[in-house]
């Protein structure tokens, strides 16, 4: 592990080296971008040998003298580890044009130190080998993003959106905790070993762990801090948030269920159940947004859905005894982690170039973008083709190998058919409503006529900004016309979760890969074919350009182009019962009518709940409670006093 650990050192250094530089700001950005970079592309190729290689690796250090931090990188890890560092390469060279504030040297250099730390401590989190390695790992990663995501704490939105997200990572730590804590009672040691406790005992933990691991996932009804924190953190810190920070979520959920070595078909169903909902749901809420930031933030629910979709399958696979199901769950679930950190950091870095170049993330105020940012445009649709799952894109590949782990299931005839049936209709439901979102954003950020001064006259700048997006882009196209090697790394990371199906075969999956390089390989071929076909026709002919017909009105304006409310309003009235629409809009009256306006906001139904349902009544239990923060340090100690005199009595 020694390339692995120098990685995570020269991470560090790049945070502690731009500290120690922020007097100069140029110096400071490119060193910390470069180191950065440089220790994310050593621990990626780390990880890709390890995925080459059978087996696993480890590492302990003494801690404190008592303690053992103990490290370990499988195949699960090693997966994990290489979106990781791949996507954290991209965002810290995406952050030397994005990060311009040069009269705040001193907070954008700890901007950088948070984010190594962030990196470092994901890093961490996935090869962590015992408890308590994993906790200290995990409290650094929630408390590093805090930071980054009140970078601009001047404005009361983003300190909110600080607080919620740091109630909410530590609400959901404490479940972890718990979990922890179960485990521990019965067998006494802080390893990742289950060895000892009943059947009941084990789904406890898994569903305390799910609760705690869902949070920092933003599963849904445990996602409100993920729509507040991804907008009010820099663009490329989105990125990494949502593109690989919230997948080590998804990475506690694998872990916990292979070393628990759980045989519960409830345990399946509950992980399916709440992947379509979070899948659903996401979607809608993400298609009643008016900011950029925030609707790509709820679509990281809706992928986050996705995965749990493909490893509920993978589970209801291994009950049923159905090992071609289980591992196309688990195969179509863990690519779909990959899949979803490129094309998301893509949007986001996409979403950061727009608000960089207009100021605003108001989709209602931006339009005509691709004629002057041809660049980010394109990107920006390739993602948005992706995400929607559409061939020949890596968002295709992860959920067709979904769909056959579920038609897997279909096709048995067992218990099995009901939950497979509604998992082929969600992922139908979420992509087409994932289809008609992203056809409103592509259609009113970047098609028509600006909408607004704010997004006249803008011009790309910045090509550190631009070619981590082409990277990606073009990893989406990769994926999704050669997908057979990646494939083979996503086996890799299956095989590590031991399942007992001995060496899983490639046959299979190599057949379903080769299937999928040549139905893209032909569509490519008939688009190219159609290009030039035009192009031949129109040869020598004069193409000219004017404005859309305007139905014989000669003085059309922006105000009637279609809006993204507009756009989605006939959607959102569907699905009105779980996500309530807002609306305000004065009545025109009078002979002399004043001015009028329409505004709409769609509520999350969790987010409106939890307000009368905790909040409130938390709150009115600590004011009934202030008359113990007096302020006499006396009285403080004598509270702890107190509270060790009571624990004596437990222990």
Known sequence: ??????????????????????????????????????????????????????????????????????????????????????ISMLAALYSFHYMTE??????????????????????????????????????????????????????????????????????????????????????????????????????????????GFGSKAGVFPFHVWLPHAHPAAPSHISAVMSGVMIKTGIYGILRMYMFLDLHAPSVGIMVLGFGMVSG??????????????????????????????????????????????????????????????????????????????????????????????????????IGSLAISGL???????????IYMGSFRGISSQTLVFVPSLLAVVSLAIIGGLALACFTKVVGVVFQGEPRSPAAKDVAEKGPAMLVPMVLLAGACAVIGIYPGAFMFMVLKAVAALGLDYGRIPMEPFASMSAHITLGATIFLAVLLGIVALRRFFYQGKSVTRSGTWGCGFTRPTTRMQYTGTSYAASILEFFKPAAPLEESH?????????????????????????????????GWLFDRLRWMQHG????????????????????
Not at 116 to 131: F, K
Not at 633 to 651: M, T
């Open 1 to 86: 592990m020694n390339l692995f650990f120098l990685s995570i050192w020269v991470i560090g250094s790049g945070g502690v080296l731009a500290l120690l530089l922020s007097g100069k700001f140029s110096a400071m950005k490119t060193v910390a971008a470069l180191v950065i970079g440089a220790g994310c592309c050593t621990g990626m190729l780390d990880a890709l040998s390890r995925l080459m290689q059978e087996g696993s690796v480890q590492a302990s250090f003494a801690y404190l003298n008592t303690l053992s931090l103990e490290f370990r990188i499988d195949g699960l890890a090693a997966f994990f580890l290489l979106a990781i560092f791949a």
């Open 391 to 401: 061939p020949p894109l890596n968002g295709f590949v992860s959920e067709f190998f």
């Open 632 to 651: 006499d340090i006396h009285l403080y100690i004598g509270y702890i006093l107190l509270a060790i005199v009571v624990l004596l009595f437990f222990i």
């Open 102 to 211: 040069s009269g705040k040297p001193l907070r954008t250099a700890a901007n950088y130190l948070f984010f190594s730390l962030l990196i470092v401590s994901m890093a961490l989190v996935v090869t962590a080998a015992n408890m308590i390695t994993f906790l200290l790992a995990w409290e650094i990663m929630s408390l590093s993003s805090f930071f980054l995501v009140i970078h601009d704490y001047q404005t009361a939105e983003n300190r909110k959106a600080g607080y919620l997200y740091f109630v909410f990572s530590h609400v959901g730590a404490m479940f972890i905790f718990a979990a922890f804590g179960v485990i521990y009672s019965q067998t006494g040691s802080f390893g990742f070993d289950a060895a000892g406790l009943s059947p009941a005992l084990k789904v406890l933990a898994f569903v305390f762990a799910f609760i």
């Open 280 to 381: 659903i749901l996401g979607v809608v809420y993400a298609l009643g947004q008016h900011d950029l930031k925030r609707l790509l933030a709820y679509h990281s629910v809706e992928n986050i859905g996705i995965i749990l979709i493909g490893i509920g399958i993978g589970i209801i696979g291994v009950e049923a005894e159905n090992p071609i199901m289980a591992v196309l769950g688990f195969a179509g679930g863990l690519m779909h982690v990959l899949n979803h950190a490129i094309f998301k950091s893509l949007l986001f870095m996409g979403a950061g170039v727009v608000l960089h170049q207009t100021g605003t993330r108001t989709i209602d105020a931006l339009g005509g973008l691709m004629k002057n940012m041809k660049i980010t445009g394109i990107t920006f649709l």
């Open 586 to 618: 004065p009545p025109v009256s009078g002979l002399f009518p004043k001015g009028t306006h329409y505004h709409s906001h769609i509520h999350d139904i969790v987010e409106k709940s939890l307000d009368p349902l905790i909040v409130r009544p938390v």
